[in-house]
């Protein structure tokens, strides 16, 4: 048992000082070294100092509450030991640790030293192991230091009690602020002022949205936050990683435009004056080459089918025979439109392209969309045209409010602001428009299209080809360089044509297109392009396939019918003048249906006015009638039947009662079970005839049965059988069961007892009398044919009343003469009691009424002696008459709080129980702390004494109060003194000051705290320490000197003004 320590600890009180800071977060955590000083002296569990060479120190501080681990560390090796025996068992150690340090072990939670003693809310600790429940400091909140030692020999066991670390009033230097370091504190530096401070939070909201990516001035770095709706300057930057693009409309980035040409690969390697670039079609990608000189081979150019100017043998112009008469080729006229030509011809018309104009009503097809034309009215086959609902298949017609909703979720094309984010990560920019300015940025297509700023043409390359600049076309175009010469010098293109000049070699193309003057082409499909043509004359309505006609297209009048409202929905509007149908799909008019319903059931409830002929049909849905009146249906009738015997033949499934009605009809039995007729009855019993007097009924025969009438005056003759003997009318018994019965007579309470050979009577071995059962002489054995006692049982016996003795009374043997009762056996438990009862148990008393003295165990496992008058338990020695000491107990002995142990000896074995003289004079006296109730004035050049007059705690009252305060020591050993002084007043420049401590009643001293030569600030303090050692009876106390001009003033009113004084060990 490790029983004493003293311990100094030099940050028992941490300075925790509040100042301003400005809520910005922007500093790291880090740890900072702060730790104090753990020392004290340890001794064994019989007082001696400890003097182990290696123990194990292990530190755990606390919450106030003691709940939540803050810091733990573990410190072994420590030796104990030294040569001065006034050394043995000191040790003074540091505890605290930055976070890592091997010092830290078990379940330590790695805060920083700054983090466990802080008391800003900030720092709270959150709620994991080893804090389950968590911990937010609060302004001025202690630690508690909790110290377990293991000193090799009896484990590892906690000092008690905790120590409590707390504030102090001040210090010169601090190593954090509520556990904040220097280095995460903004100070005010240079140029930084408060003014500068406000500046800058004054836009934190802003700054705050930009850091968590919400704010909408600045486009975040994923592109969203970019819906630009005019040209981006770019001031001379650069588009960095952007991706090679894959539409036309993306931005290319500067890798892909040096690498392409009209979109196709562009291999410049090795390129030279004079060298151009042609296709390699082996290769997929332009090449550079150098042109050979032109020997052309062609000598004269004819004009085919369409084609007018030729033959050209020298120079000359090819042009398109373009017009509107036969055989002519049609060009678009200046606004892209097809001239007036016939167009009977023309298939596959698509409706939805008609502008303008009215179809005739004749080109209108029978029948449009569900409804048809049908004489002078409309059929709209019981379909209606309404208000468009909203969509919900795909192929749904859409309503205006349907659209403008997915309109207002899509962006514009002519311009609009995104509402959430745009990451092109490496996905492409597609949509850009063709660059007007240098520094715009550039797409796809205008990539491929351009060659150094220029046009380029590369429809129909083929492998060897080359490029070169037409200036009549302003753009580049590939062309077959030739090797030979002809008298053609130039072939120009005229109308129609595009190519021309060719003055060396290259080929003429019909200006194809949709655009102004181009000539119209048919696609793939042989259809014409999507071109305006207002001018087309006798279309044929019949081949209008496609597409939807507009209703502005329709004629006002169809066939005699006008419609009045909105298009095709009639809205409130009515059809007129409707005829009343004739065929069975003619829609019909108000008096032919308002007709047919006066001859129809209304569905609400009606009368028929003749009969209903259901021919082979049901009428299904009628409910269970009410009324008489009431049609039946199929349930209301099936359960009815349920309830009857059916003619064909049924089963009863209850009592059938007649009353006085008779069955009739009943057919004459013919099994068991069958119900019989009267005729039946009568011819199975027969005619039974009245007997009169002393004549009996007699029935001979059967079935059928003879009944008769006759007179019976006999009597039974003759020996009695059986078990009977004698005669008739008194046999007597002579037998039971086949055995012999003995003749004797029986006397008073005899009873019939068969002895092996015949029933003879017998007394009973048990006698009855008033109810009670008893026998004179012998033992009663059960379950022992020969009891030695008057009752001997073998085997388990069981008594559910009370077993009163008289006499002695043995258990498992035969009792014992001195002892009413004698337990005997090899049992584990001699006596087992098992009640159910906390009261349950064995009571032994020794007076007459029962509660005098006595022992009592009850089923808790509790023992009990009580004694009358407080007689003491003795235990004695074999001879009955020398007391001993024999009593051991195993486990708590509870004295119930307000009873004592008495007349016992001081202890001298560790195991012993320590008397009050002992402990009074051993534990008595731990530590105490005094404090002052006013603020005292200690003139200069004079030693006063310092009057802790007020106790803060003191066990023992081992002060004396007042003007001549002392201690006196309670008991010899080592005590340790700390002393606190705050003071109201600077000290002086040049002046000194002195603190003593005098012990030993006073004939000795050592100086413990002083400053001399220095200029202190407001409230200063001064404060020290020391061990000395004390005998029993010895006073101590404190003295002052100073040599300041004035007087100094104690601040001795308050927490920072005291003095301490522990027991530290013998």
């Known amino acids: 048992m490790i029983r004493g320590i003293s311990v100094r600890c030099f940050i028992c009180r941490l300075l925790f000082v509040a100042v301003f800071c400005y809520p910005v977060t922007a500093f790291t955590q880090t740890d900072v070294e702060l730790s104090f000083t753990f020392d004290g002296r340890l001794f064994d569990n019989v007082g001696n100092p400890n003097n182990t060479a290696s ?79 968590g911990y937010t400091p609060t302004s001025g909140a202690s630690r508690l ?170 120079t000359g112009t090819i042009n398109v025979d373009v017009g509107t008469g036969p055989n002519q080729i049609v060009q678009l006229s200046g606004s892209s439109e097809l001239p007036a030509v016939s167009a009977v011809n023309l298939t596959n018309l698509n409706a939805s392209n008609l502008a303008s104009g009215t179809v005739d009503k004749d080109r209108l097809p029978a029948t449009f969309n569900g409804f048809s034309v049908i004489g002078s009215g409309i059929n709209m086959s019981s379909q209606s045209i309404t208000n468009l609902a909203t969509p919900v298949a795909p192929n749904d017609g859409a309503n205006k409010t349907y659209v403008d909703t997915i309109a207002s979720l899509l962006v514009q094309k002519s311009g609009d602001t995104m509402t959430g984010p745009l990451n092109m990560s490496t996905n492409t920019i597609s949509g850009v428009a063709a660059p007007t300015n240098p520094d715009h940025a550039v797409n796809k297509a205008y990539s491929d299209g351009k060659l150094g700023g220029q046009n380029l043409f590369t429809t129909g390359v083929v492998d060897g080809q080359a490029l070169r600049w037409s200036t009549g076309n302003s753009r580049w175009e590939p062309y077959t360089p030739s090797g030979g010469g002809g008298t053609v010098t130039s072939v120009g293109a005229g109308v129609g044509l595009t190519g021309g000049p060719i003055t060396t070699s290259g080929v003429l193309n019909v200006n194809t297109g949709t655009g102004p003057n181009q000539i119209v082409q048919l696609n793939g499909s042989g259809e014409l392009p999507g071109v305006s043509a207002p001018n087309l004359l006798n279309l044929n309505a019949t081949n209008v396939t496609t597409g939807t006609l507009n209703k502005d297209r329709l004629p006002a009048t169809l066939n005699g019918f006008s419609v009045t409202g909105s298009g095709i929905n009639m809205g409130s509007q009515s059809i007129t003048n409707l005829a009343a149908p004739v065929g069975g799909s003619d829609a019909a008019n108000r008096s032919y249906v308002d007709l047919a319903d006066s001859n129809r059931v209304l569905k609400t409830g009606d009368s028929m006015t003749g009969p209903l002929n259901m021919s082979t049909n049901n009428i299904s849905g009628v409910a269970t009638p009410t009324n008489p009146d009431h049609a039946a249906n199929k349930g209301y009738v099936d359960t009815a039947i349920g309830s009857y015997v059916l003619k064909s033949g049924d089963s009863m499934s209850g009592p059938l009662n007649m009353g006085t009605n008779i069955i009739s009809g ?214 009955g008459t020398t007391e001993v000491e024999k009593l051991r107990v195993l486990g708590n002995a509870d004295m119930n709080t307000t009873n004592r142990i008495i007349n016992t000896a001081d202890p001298v074995a560790p195991q012993d129980v320590a008397t009050k003289n002992y402990v009074d004079n051993e534990n008595k006296f731990i530590g105490a702390r005094y404090m002052m109730s006013s603020n005292p004035n200690i003139p200069n050049g004079t030693w006063t004494r310092v009057n802790f007059d007020q106790m803060d705690y003191d066990i023992g009252g081992n002060v004396t109060t007042g003007a001549g305060w002392v201690f006196t020591a309670p008991k010899t050993g080592f005590y340790r003194v700390a002393v606190n002084l705050q003071f109201v007043d600077p000290i002086a420049a040049g002046s000194g000051a002195d603190l003593k401590f005098f012990w030993a009643n006073g004939t000795r001293q050592v100086s413990i705290a002083g400053r001399w030569g220095e200029t202190i600030s407001f409230y200063p303090v001064l404060t020290g320490s020391t061990t000395v050692r004390m005998n029993a009876g010895d006073t101590a106390y404190f003295e002052f000197l100073h040599d300041d001009p004035g007087s100094y003033q104690i601040d001795g009113a308050n927490e920072y003004t005291f003095c301490s004084i522990d027991f530290a060990g013998p």
């Not at 803050?70 to 150690?93: C, H, K, M, T």
């Not at 240079?190 to 004054?202: F, R």
């Not at 042609?278 to 150098?290: F, G, L, Q």
């Not at 050979?292 to 030729?310: H, R």
């Open 666 to 879: 009943v057919t004459t039995p013919t099994n068991p079970d069958h119900a019989t007729n009267k005729s039946y009855v009568d011819a199975l019993v027969g005619a039974i005839p009245s007997c009169s007097g002393a004549q009996k009924l007699q029935i001979t025969g059967g079935p059928p049965y003879t009944w008769s009438c006759v007179t019976d005056n006999t009597s039974p003759t003759g020996l009695a059988g059986g078990d009977l003997s004698g005669t008739y009318p008194n046999p007597t018994v002579s037998r039971i069961q086949g055995r012999i019965v003995s003749t004797n007579i029986p006397s008073t309470d005899q009873v019939l007892k068969y002895n092996g050979a015949q029933w003879q009577p017998q007394s009973l071995p048990w006698l009855e009398s008033g109810g009670d059962l008893y026998r004179s002489t012998g033992n009663v054995g059960i379950g022992n044919a020969s009891p030695s006692y008057k009752l001997d049982v073998s085997g388990t016996g069981r008594f559910t009343g009370d077993l009163s003795t008289s006499s002695k009374l043995g258990v498992g043997g035969p009792p014992d003469a001195l002892a009413p009762l004698k337990v005997t056996g090899s049992a584990v438990d001699l006596v087992q009691i098992q009640g159910t009862s906390t009261t349950a148990g064995i009571n032994f008393r020794s007076s007459a009424s029962g509660t005098g003295n006595q022992i009592y165990i009850n089923n808790s496992n509790n023992y009990y002696i009580r004694t009358d008058g407080g007689i003491r338990m003795r235990i004695f020695d074999s001879d």
């Open 55 to 133: 123990a194990t120190f292990r530190f755990v501080i606390m919450d106030p509450g003691g709940t939540c681990l803050l810091y733990q560390e573990s410190q072994s090796g420590i030796d104990l030991s030294n040569a001065d025996p006034n050394e043995v068992g000191r040790f003074s150690l540091k505890v605290g640790s930055p976070i890592g340090s091997p010092k830290r072990s078990g379940p330590d939670p790695a805060n920083a030293m700054g983090t466990i003693f802080s008391n800003l809310t900030s720092s709270s600790i959150p709620s994991i192991a080893p804090c389950a429940s």
């Open 145 to 314: 230091l909790r110290v377990y030692v293991d000193d090799g020999v009896s484990g590892e066991q906690q000092l008690s009690p905790d120590y409590v670390l707390s504030s102090v009033p001040s210090a010169f230097v601090a190593q954090t602020l509520q556990g904040i370091p220097p280095s995460q504190i903004i100070q005010f530096l240079g140029s930084v002022n408060q003014t500068n401070v406000e500046a800058l939070t004054s836009r934190v909201g802003s700054l705050s949205a930009l850091g968590d990516g919400i704010s909408t001035a600045y486009v975040k770095s994923d592109g969203t936050n970019w819906a630009p709706a005019a040209a981006i300057n770019m001031n001379g930057q650069n588009i960095t990683n952007l991706p090679a693009p894959s539409a036309g409309d993306q931005a290319v980035n500067k890798t892909y435009s040096d690498g392409k040409f009209g979109g196709m690969d562009l291999n410049l390697a090795g390129l030279a004056d004079g060298q151009s670039v042609r296709w390699n079609n082996a290769m997929t990608r332009w090449e550079v080459y150098t042109p050979s000189v032109a020997t052309g081979t062609v000598t004269s150019v004819m004009t085919g089918t369409g084609l007018t100017g030729g033959p050209i043998t020298t």
